[in-house]
């Protein structure tokens, strides 16, 4: 399965050592890790966050609040910088793209209280985010911030927020995304693009704060290598209390972990500490959020070259809704399931050999509200086949709250349609 080889962009480090964190925030608008373990990408170091040594030029900001996509084309100019005029001008295609977006790339450590040093926030993590409005909002990964009791936000031009002066405006571990807010007066703004616009073989820049190496973020170049994947988050341990990658955890049950959709897959280098940095075109528009990359495929082989970045379309919808609320809103149906495999199809007795094995519905959901019980299978949602692991939860995330979708249930030999109004998920 995808999830047993995906991992954030991000990692533990031995005791003694600060860690650096993942970091990923308004409302934004549309104008202006799958097989293996899985790993997040933040680094760890034994020093803070350092600060640029040299001061960076402000982009232009955007002064609505709203995070909206450029008006210029995003694919017909991308390919023309790196195509018409050869290798040269590439290069200076990804130079252009570096000056104009890395002021605006901020480096964010996760504080958190030590067991040994009781009441005292110290490092543990670092990672990356970019501000995309003129009000100081900033997007980044939710395992970048997570557990955090206090967040310090770097800019390339050496200043530093910490304390009152960055906000958490609001998280959602669904999508693995949040937003938080500096106050500050000439912040820089990067530009966001259009991630419906990629395409596969386009290149595509990657920054943020690799390794949490001091001094001004890294940046890697590499190309679209798939759209719309479909990959699971790491799971989380569910006894720990703690779902940080930076602290060690206690040995527990996990919990199944979301998928994430509308996913770009890249062979851009993605390293710790690359988790909540912006993934960008040549047009130095973001269309990505780098998030997570394939671990090991199998014991002793290590993929390449497979990383993931969370497609900025997506990111701006939960974005907008976490300025505007202050969480995101997401549809739910109250199960637990398993995908269908050939050896429990047999047990059952049923001829189908894909689809979503429900193994428990939580009382009062709307699952059980509409009859769904333990042990029916799922084979499809409104007549569309569940064919893949991702299919049940992407069918139901297509939907909002309030929305009734009919599931195709085997159950004792019998087909039979139920219709479900979906919920709200709850927020913890």
Same mark, same amino acid.
């Given at each position: 399965m995808?999830?047993?080889?995906?991992?954030h962009?991000?990692r533990r480090?031995?005791a003694l050592?600060?860690v650096?964190?993942?970091?990923?925030?308004?409302?934004?608008?549309?104008?202006?890790?799958?097989?293996?373990?899985?790993?997040?990408?933040s680094?760890?170091?034994?020093?803070?966050?350092?600060a640029s040594?040299?001061?960076?030029?402000?982009s232009?900001?955007n002064?609505n609040?709203t995070?909206?996509?450029?008006q210029?084309?995003t694919?017909?100019?991308?390919?023309t910088?790196?195509?018409?005029t050869?290798p040269s001008?590439?290069a200076?295609?990804?130079?252009n793209?570096?000056?104009t977006?890395?002021?605006?790339?901020?480096e964010?450590t996760?504080?958190?209280?030590?067991g040994?040093?009781?009441?005292q926030?110290v490092?543990?993590g670092?990672g990356s985010?970019?501000i995309?409005d003129?009000?100081?909002?900033?997007l980044?990964?939710?395992?970048v911030?997570?557990?955090?009791q206090?967040l310090?936000?770097?800019?390339?031009?050496?200043r530093?927020?910490?304390?009152?002066?960055?906000?958490?405006v609001?998280?959602?571990p669904?999508?693995?995304?949040?937003?938080l807010?500096?106050?500050?007066?000439?912040?820089?703004v990067?530009q966001v693009?259009?991630?419906?616009q990629?395409?596969?073989?386009?290149?595509?820049?990657?920054?943020g704060?690799?390794l949490?190496?001091?001094?001004?973020?890294s940046v890697?170049?590499?190309?679209?290598?798939?759209?719309n994947r479909s990959?699971?988050?790491p799971?989380?341990?569910? %006894?720990s209390?703690?779902?940080n990658?930076?602290?060690?955890?206690?040995p527990a049950?996990?919990?199944?972990?979301?998928?994430?959709?509308?996913v770009i897959?890249t062979?851009?280098? =993605?390293?710790?500490?690359?988790?909540?940095g912006?993934?960008?075109?040549?047009?130095g528009?973001?269309v990505g959020?780098?998030?997570l990359e394939a671990?090991?495929?199998?014991?002793?082989v290590?993929?390449q070259? =497979?990383?993931f970045?969370?497609? =900025?379309?997506?990111a701006?919808?939960?974005?907008?809704?976490i300025v505007t609320?202050?969480?995101?809103?997401h549809?739910?149906?109250?199960v637990?399931?398993?995908?269908? %495999?050939?050896a429990a199809a047999?047990?059952?007795n049923?001829?189908?050999?894909?689809g979503?094995l429900?193994?428990?519905?939580?009382?009062?959901?709307?699952a059980?509200?509409?009859g =769904?019980?333990?042990g029916?299978v799922?084979?499809q949602?409104?007549?569309?086949?569940l064919?893949?692991?991702?299919a049940f939860a992407?069918a139901?995330d297509?939907?909002k709250?309030?929305?009734?979708i009919?599931?195709?249930v085997q159950r004792n030999?019998?087909t039979?349609q139920?219709?479900?109004t979906l919920?709200t998920?709850?927020?913890?």
């Amino acid at each position: 399965m995808i999830s047993q080889r995906i991992q954030h962009l991000g990692r533990r480090i031995p005791a003694l050592l600060l860690v650096g964190a993942l970091a990923t925030a308004c409302t934004i608008g549309s104008g202006a890790t799958a097989v293996g373990t899985a790993t997040s990408h933040s680094t760890a170091t034994s020093t803070t966050a350092a600060a640029s040594t040299t001061a960076a030029d402000s982009s232009t900001a955007n002064s609505n609040s709203t995070i909206k996509a450029s008006q210029q084309g995003t694919t017909a100019a991308t390919t023309t910088a790196a195509t018409t005029t050869g290798p040269s001008n590439f290069a200076n295609a990804i130079i252009n793209v570096v000056n104009t977006d890395k002021p605006a790339v901020v480096e964010i450590t996760n504080e958190q209280t030590s067991g040994s040093q009781s009441n005292q926030a110290v490092p543990v993590g670092t990672g990356s985010g970019f501000i995309y409005d003129s009000q100081g909002h900033i997007l980044t990964n939710n395992h970048v911030v997570d557990g955090a009791q206090s967040l310090v936000v770097t800019l390339p031009d050496g200043r530093t927020f910490k304390g009152n002066d960055v906000k958490v405006v609001g998280t959602d571990p669904l999508t693995d995304l949040a937003v938080l807010q500096i106050t500050g007066s000439n912040l820089p703004v990067i530009q966001v693009g259009d991630s419906s616009q990629l395409q596969v073989g386009q290149w595509v820049v990657a920054v943020g704060y690799a390794l949490a190496l001091e001094g001004q973020p890294s940046v890697t170049q590499g190309v679209v290598s798939a759209l719309n994947r479909s990959v699971q988050e790491p799971s989380s341990s569910s %006894s720990s209390g703690n779902n940080n990658p930076f602290q060690p955890q206690q040995p527990a049950t996990t919990t199944a972990a979301p998928y994430l959709f509308d996913v770009i897959q890249t062979d851009a280098a =993605i390293n710790p500490g690359n988790s909540g940095g912006p993934l960008v075109n040549l047009d130095g528009q973001v269309v990505g959020i780098n998030t997570l990359e394939a671990g090991a495929a199998e014991p002793g082989v290590q993929s390449q070259g =497979i990383g993931f970045a969370i497609g =900025i379309n997506t990111a701006k919808k939960i974005a907008n809704e976490i300025v505007t609320t202050g969480h995101a809103t997401h549809p739910y149906v109250g199960v637990e399931y398993q995908p269908l %495999s050939a050896a429990a199809a047999a047990q059952l007795n049923i001829t189908e050999t894909q689809g979503a094995l429900i193994q428990s519905v939580v009382a009062g959901s709307p699952a059980a509200t509409a009859g =769904i019980q333990k042990g029916d299978v799922v084979t499809q949602i409104d007549g569309k086949a569940l064919t893949t692991d991702s299919a049940f939860a992407e069918a139901v995330d297509n939907h909002k709250p309030g929305d009734v979708i009919t599931l195709t249930v085997q159950r004792n030999g019998q087909t039979m349609q139920i219709k479900v109004t979906l919920g709200t998920r709850p927020t913890s």
